[in-house]
């Protein structure tokens, strides 16, 4: 479905300006960030499993922020046990050597941590998954019953196709018209892949961006900040179709 390498466009990008409104806590010793909606009810939630730059990037919480305030729960874990990738990488860095580390033996277990947390303790009824880059071939993984309900995924990494044919239920997925991860023909590839699938499904193909443009892309300039803007929005609908009750 997308390439298995991460590439540069992974770890480049803008910051974004503003104020995060949630808060760092405690998963067991998994750090992480909990924005609550304006009622404080935590039946419906979103699990946001995030780039590499990870969670304590501040667009990240800034869209934890915002699906909070649409009246969803959102729990964003470190995935990377505190082993995240700098925003726009320092010179000599290996993207992939340091993947090596932070593969699904690695990840699993903290988001299965997680998930159990939040259905067991935290309240939470309808758990819908948000995957950004890295984190979309999990949402992809965990797209099954007791697990996740619906998903999300914007410009998808190392998603395999036997993955992608995995899912058991519905799946929304935002892409860049210029993607070297995801590609016009991994697109297309996964376009078939779910019309052979009896789930719901959707793919939005945004112009005038590339890879990263749902969490990384330059807001002053207005197609790119209009295409991040209405991947929100997608993601949104969709939930409140599919997860909210």
């Given at each position: 479905?997308?390439?298995?390498?991460?590439?540069?466009?992974?770890?480049?990008?803008?910051?974004?300006?503003?104020?995060?409104?949630?808060?760092?806590k405690?998963?067991?010793?998994?750090?992480?960030?909990?924005?609550?909606?304006?009622?404080?009810?935590?039946?419906?939630?979103?699990?946001?499993?995030?780039?590499?730059?990870?969670?304590?990037?501040?667009?990240?919480?800034?869209?934890?922020?915002?699906?909070?305030?649409?009246?969803?729960?959102?729990?964003?874990?470190?995935?990377?046990?505190?082993?995240?990738?700098?925003?726009?990488?320092?010179?000599?860095?290996?993207?992939?050597?340091?993947?090596?580390?932070?593969?699904?033996?690695?990840?699993?277990?903290?988001?299965?941590?997680?998930?159990?947390?939040?259905?067991?303790?935290?309240?939470?009824?309808?758990?819908?998954?948000?995957?950004?880059?890295?984190?979309?071939?999990?949402?992809?993984?965990?797209?099954k019953?007791?697990?996740?309900?619906?998903?999300?995924?914007?410009?998808?990494?190392?998603?395999?196709?036997?993955?992608?044919?995995?899912?058991?239920?519905?799946?929304?997925?935002?892409?860049?018209?210029?993607?070297?991860?995801?590609?016009t023909?991994?697109?297309?590839?996964?376009?078939?892949?779910?019309?052979?699938?009896?789930?719901?499904?959707?793919?939005?193909?945004?112009?005038?961006?590339?890879?990263?443009?749902?969490?990384?892309?330059?807001?002053?300039?207005?197609?790119?900040?209009?295409?991040?803007?209405?991947?929100?929005?997608?993601?949104?609908?969709?939930?409140?179709?599919?997860?909210?009750?």
């Amino acid at each position: 479905m997308t390439s298995n390498l991460l590439s540069h466009c992974c770890t480049m990008g803008s910051l974004h300006e503003g104020e995060a409104k949630g808060e760092i806590k405690t998963i067991s010793d998994i750090s992480t960030y909990f924005a609550y909606p304006p009622t404080k009810f935590t039946e419906n939630a979103i699990l946001i499993l995030t780039d590499v730059i990870g969670h304590e990037f501040i667009n990240a919480q800034l869209i934890a922020d915002q699906f909070a305030a649409k009246g969803y729960f959102v729990v964003m874990p470190d995935l990377f046990n505190g082993d995240s990738v700098p925003l726009n990488r320092p010179e000599g860095f290996s993207i992939m050597d340091w993947l090596k580390n932070h593969m699904p033996m690695q990840t699993e277990p903290i988001i299965n941590v997680v998930l159990n947390e939040m259905r067991e303790n935290l309240g939470c009824k309808r758990i819908g998954g948000v995957g950004y880059c890295f984190g979309g071939k999990y949402v992809c993984r965990y797209l099954k019953p007791g697990k996740l309900d619906a998903g999300f995924i914007a410009h998808p990494t190392m998603v395999e196709p036997d993955e992608l044919k995995g899912i058991e239920g519905p799946l929304s997925i935002a892409a860049a018209v210029r993607d070297f991860v995801f590609t016009t023909a991994k697109r297309h590839e996964s376009e078939e892949i779910l019309d052979g699938l009896h789930v719901p499904y959707q793919i939005n193909v945004f112009s005038d961006v590339e890879h990263g443009f749902a969490v990384r892309c330059d807001l002053s300039k207005p197609r790119q900040k209009f295409a991040k803007e209405q991947a929100f929005d997608q993601a949104v609908a969709w939930f409140d179709q599919y997860l909210k009750e």
